[in-house]
Structures are given as structure tokens and as C-alpha cells.
């Protein structure tokens, strides 16, 4: 049974950092392009980053968490990485993390064939 479990979020004041994780199980972590996307009230989903697990390790940021939010692995653990730093009241949402074996794509996370619970993620100003 394919899951994948995040942790990590919280409430930080603005200009914090947090590290969300995602620990995955149940399918071949090598094989599959991951990432995370996040949700907030009243908004459309939003595709933040994106890293293929594979060999290379490519990686793609929406643009507004290029710079802030770094994308990572690690392989031998089965877990995904977001750091966040300089966050923001703008980042505040759920954050999900995704897999999915063939689609790769800021845009396509929100639908990928696995997909986490979630873990919220509140910034103050």
C-alpha cells in the first residue's frame, strides 16, 4: 500500500524557516517524480516545487519559491524535503506532497497518482 506522510509544518512568524518531510513507502522511490503543492483558502492549488527521485535529480520551483524553498531527497531514507526560509504571511496553506511514476510537473502535482494528507503550514506577520 503506497503511502506518503508529512510532517513538519507549524506556525512561524514571517522571515522563519521550516523543513517539511515526506516519508514515503509502498512503491519504488527511484522510479518517481515527487514534489509538493499547496493549498490555501479560498485559492487554486499551487504546484511549489518538484524533483525527479531518479538519477540527476532534476529539480523545478514555482517562481514564488525560487530562492526561499529548496526541494530534496533522500534516497536511502525514502524522504522528500522542502526547506522554506523567508517565509511569509502568502505561504501560509496546506502543503501536500505528491508522487507519481510518469508525470512530472509543477503543474500536474495536484493530481498525481499518490498524494499525502497534508501538513499546515501558518505564517504571521
Known amino acids: 500500500q503506497v503511502q506518503l506522510v508529512e510532517s513538519g509544518g507549524g506556525s512561524v512568524q514571517a522571515g522563519g524557516s521550516l523543513r517539511l518531510s515526506c516519508a514515503a513507502s509502498g512503491y519504488n522511490y527511484s522510479m518517481y517524480c515527487m514534489g509538493w503543492f499547496r493549498q490555501a483558502p479560498g485559492k487554486e492549488r499551487e504546484g511549489v516545487a518538484t524533483?525527479?527521485?531518479?538519477?540527476?535529480?532534476?529539480?523545478d520551483y514555482a517562481d514564488s519559491a525560487k530562492g526561499r524553498f529548496t526541494i530534496s531527497q533522500d534516497n536511502a531514507k525514502n524522504t522528500l524535503y522542502l526547506q522554506m526560509n523567508s517565509l511569509n504571511p502568502g505561504d501560509t496553506a496546506m502543503y501536500y506532497c505528491a508522487a507519481d511514476p510518469g508525470a512530472c510537473g509543477l503543474d500536474v502535482l495536484h493530481v498525481a497518482r499518490y498524494r499525502g494528507r497534508g501538513t499546515q503550514v501558518t505564517v504571521s506577520s
Open positions: 524533483i525527479s527521485t531518479g538519477g540527476g535529480g532534476w529539480t
